[in-house]
């Protein structure tokens, strides 16, 4: 089976080793090397109606890279979009749920499929509207978020409350619902108004067991931040 391995501190690299006849699929302009045993091609994976779908809920690319050893063994190095940590998940005994670009890379035997969420939760959620990626299958996946990331552990009696925004990736054991916090007293359509003008108070409220990957910066923040600092 491929091996995953993150190298590197700082905007780490994911690290990939490829016996001959294996492969792996990536998101799209994720490889940054790869030796000539390799060949890279792009591929609507699971077919024009799956690619449209995961476009649609994970903001991916319409074609992936598809990286196999064709000519013997060999290495490569993938890279996310963003600058950030990158994290190594074991398929198959537990499944994830993964939010908007956090994919990177995963082994063939991986599958990333699209469900459709609660009615709630697509309206306010920034995880794909009324679609999100679950995985299925077995192997190893490779998620990235923004900045540094770390793993939370979700036990029943001891909820958790997210920012939407720092949410890479959950076990699909866990239940969860989005909400807005309610720390002004403008009522419902004050605080939904506020949400959606500020970037505040979208939250996402797991329970049951189960771990989540956050990630320390929020993306569409950073943006907003960049674009508002003169030239």
């Known amino acids: 089976m491929s091996v995953f391995t993150i190298t590197g501190d700082v905007d780490p690299f994911l690290h990939v080793s490829l016996a001959k006849g294996e492969k792996i699929y990536c998101e799209s302009n994720a490889m940054v090397m ?13 077919g024009i109606g799956a690619a449209l779908m995961r ?19 060999g290495d490569c190095l993938l890279s996310p979009t963003l600058p950030g940590a990158m994290r190594v998940l074991e398929v198959g005994a537990e499944q994830y749920m993964i939010s908007d670009g956090a994919f990177v890379a995963a082994s063939a035997g991986v599958e990333l499929k699209v469900r459709t969420q609660s009615l709630g939760n ?8 009324f679609f999100i990626t679950e995985t299925a299958g077995s192997g190893q996946l490779a998620v990235s978020g923004f900045g540094a990331m770390s793993i939370l552990e979700v036990t029943p009696g001891k909820d958790v409350v997210i920012d939407n925004s720092h949410v890479v990736c959950w076990d699909n054991r866990l239940q969860y619902e ?11 359509l004050g605080n939904l ?4 003008t500020s ?10 067991t189960g771990k989540i990957l956050v990630c320390s910066r929020n993306r569409a923040a950073f943006l907003a931040w960049t674009q508002s600092k003169p030239a």
């Open 193 to 196: 108004i506020n949400s959606q």
């Open 55 to 73: 476009t649609f809920a994970n903001g991916e690319s319409f074609f992936q890279q598809h990286i196999e050893a064709m000519r013997g063994d």
């Open 34 to 46: 790869m030796e000539t045993n390799l060949e890279l091609k792009g591929k609507m994976t699971g």
């Open 178 to 188: 989005i909400s807005m916090t309610t720390g002004s007293s403008g009522g419902f």
């Open 199 to 208: 970037g505040e108070g979208m939250v996402l409220k797991f329970s049951g």
């Open 122 to 129: 697509a309206l306010f959620a920034q995880s794909g509207g």
